[in-house]
């Protein structure tokens, strides 16, 4: 996956470091209300934005409950990204004996659609395809087990995910009517669809509720004086181009350390970032420990905040960072309370 700003980044693969055994006698439950208290009577009557106030004490519970979590269970941070999750070096990947395809065809515009979707759509979601488009994702190490056969003359089956070509694209759009990602054109064209409950038009209203929870949610972001972001950064956060997963963490991370945001990406192709944010970010520590102690708690979380891929990244000059990577589709309403996924 090209990603912006990867050209100045290099993956280095770190171990979460070595955790202590739980306490014997500890009462999280006390230790969580407590700094939940402290940290929202010094900090709420500062904030001259109320509701990035309450989102930031939200934040401050999950990430505390993130943290008793990752002392409970030292195995979980001692994982890399998931196995099957978007970002993995293995997902993707052509497997060994595929074919060569010529470039521009309308077998490679498959294979760039398949490995989209191996790379990057949660490995909990059935797809259902024509049997050129399943072979394709099959090649590119999608489990046969997710895979469902697309009938176009008896409709689509019950799949989160459908994979179309030209023939069966109309009565896609019907059955899945949120457009994740698009390859080709004409008779070549292949696009990657979600299902919704509700149909169409309840999506397109909560997908407009949702853009303006996420411009609101950006802009307040910036307010905070632990989020520091570039020119364009700030442009996207403004303009509601960035996943709400990624608003959320950010705001969980910033009441911990100070962070700067060096680069959004995972855009889909084919679909605008408004109804198909960036999925992806880059954001540089103040040093090695403190990038250490952020990438143990952002493997804690739990869906729907627990990102693909979570990596330790060395940026030009050497200074340490994250990249952290969320699957798509991406949850509606989660800034907003009406949370769908």
């Not at 770190?14 to 700094?35: E, F, I, M, N, Q």
């Not at 001692?78 to 521009?104: F, Y």
């Not at 403190?290 to 940026?315: E, G, K, M, N, S």
């Not at 952290?324 to 991406?330: G, K, N, T, V």
Request: one cysteine or more; glycine letters at 10%.
């Amino acid at each position: 996956m090209q990603m912006a700003g990867a050209s100045r980044t290099r993956e280095v693969d770190r171990s979460a470091p070595a955790k202590a055994p739980p306490p014997r006698d500890p009462s999280w439950g006390r230790v969580l209300a407590t700094t939940i208290s402290l940290w929202t009577r010094r900090r709420m009557p500062r904030m001259r934005r109320p509701r990035l106030a309450l989102l930031l004490a939200l934040c401050v519970l999950i990430a505390a409950v993130a943290v008793a979590t990752a002392v409970q269970l030292t195995s979980t941070t001692a994982k890399t990204a998931r196995t099957g999750s978007p970002g993995s070096p293995h997902r993707g990947a052509v497997r060994a004996g595929a074919p060569a395809v010529a470039p521009g065809s309308a077998a490679a515009i498959r294979a760039q659609a398949a490995a989209w979707v191996a790379g990057q759509v949660s490995g909990d979601q059935s797809i259902a395809c024509d049997p050129a488009m399943c072979a394709a994702l099959g090649a590119h190490g999608v489990a046969s087990g997710r895979l469902m056969p697309l009938r176009p003359a008896t409709g689509a089956p019950a799949a989160n995910v459908i994979v179309t070509s030209p023939a069966s694209q109309a009565q896609a759009s019907q059955d899945a009517p949120v457009l994740l990602a698009s390859f080709g054109t004409g008779a070549s064209q292949v696009e990657v669809r979600a299902t919704v409950p509700g149909g169409a038009a309840a999506y397109a209203r909560a997908q407009q509720a949702d853009l303006a929870a996420r411009r609101s949610g950006g802009a307040q972001l910036l307010h905070s004086q632990s989020i520091q972001a570039g020119a364009g950064a700030t442009a996207q956060l403004r303009a509601g181009q960035v996943d709400s997963r990624i608003l959320i963490m950010l705001a969980m991370l910033a009441s911990q350390h100070p962070w700067r945001v060096a680069a959004f990406g995972g855009a889909s192709p084919g679909v605008p970032l408004a109804d198909a944010p960036f999925r992806q970010v880059i954001i540089t520590g103040n040093d090695a420990k403190t990038v250490a102690a952020a990438l143990a708690l952002i493997r804690a979380q739990q869906a729907p905040y627990a990102p693909a891929q979570a990596t330790a990244v060395r940026l030009a000059g050497g200074q340490p960072g994250l990249r952290i990577d969320f699957a798509a589709p991406a949850p509606l309403g989660l800034l907003t309370g009406n949370a769908s996924g």
